[in-house]
């Protein structure tokens, strides 16, 4: 029996290291259980982000370059009529000359007024195309300020921070996602 107490005594012993060390291995265990579920995560979050940023840039510089170019837009006006030819004008008699002239004055009158209508429509035209244009470029900051809120400058105008662009398409970290 004594050569049986030293064998119990070391089963007892292996048995009691054994179930210390098993909530360890489990903690450890569940830690990396827990880093793969985030790894995993992140992962899944970086897809999001590649699928659905893209067409929010697309759109957010569709709508400044809309906007810049309804900005820039600037009137042309229709020729006027050729002024009188001075040369031609002497040579006519001094009646042929004032006719001409009348008749140069009216047709520069009639451009004057078909211009000052064009202008009317075109001014209307354009207020309303830039109205189209800066509600739709707000709309395409506000989506991306709403899914990516670090993506933009916080300016009135606001523009794209590049780099943050790129570590978001990167997926140098984890994106904020919309929900």
Same mark, same amino acid.
């Not at 031609?88 to 002239?101: G, H, N, S, T, W």
């Given at each position: ?12 012993? $292996?048995?009691?290291?054994? &179930?210390?060390? &098993? ?41 400044? +370059?809309?906007?810049?170019? $309804?900005?820039?837009?600037?009137? $042309? #006006?229709? #020729?006027? @009529?050729?002024?009188?030819? @001075? ?8 009646? +042929? !000359?004032?006719?001409?002239?009348? !008749?140069?004055?009216?047709? !520069?009158?009639? /451009?004057?007024?078909?211009?000052? !209508?064009?202008?009317?429509? /075109? ?34 105008? #606001? ?12 997926? &140098? &970290? $984890?994106?904020?996602? #919309?929900?």
């Amino acid at each position: 029996m004594t050569a049986r107490r030293p064998l119990a005594f070391l089963l007892l012993l $292996v048995t009691l290291l054994a &179930g210390c060390r &098993g909530p360890d291995d489990r903690a450890i265990q569940q830690k990396r259980a827990a880093a793969e579920q985030q790894r995993r995560q992140a992962q899944q979050a970086c897809l999001q982000t590649r699928r659905m940023l893209p067409p929010l840039l697309e759109g957010f510089s569709r709508s400044r +370059d809309r906007l810049a170019s $309804v900005e820039a837009d600037a009137y $042309v #006006p229709s #020729p006027a @009529p050729p002024p009188l030819d @001075p040369e031609e004008q002497r040579r006519l008699a001094f009646y +042929d !000359q004032e006719i001409e002239q009348e !008749q140069y004055d009216q047709a !520069q009158a009639a /451009w004057q007024e078909r211009e000052s !209508q064009r202008r009317a429509v /075109w001014r209307r035209d354009r207020a309303a195309r830039l109205d189209v244009a800066r509600r739709q470029h707000a709309a395409s900051v506000a989506a991306l300020r709403r899914a990516y809120p670090s993506l933009l400058t916080a300016s009135d105008s #606001p523009r794209l921070i590049a780099a943050e662009r790129e570590r978001l398409l990167a997926c &140098g &970290g $984890v994106a904020e996602t #919309p929900s």
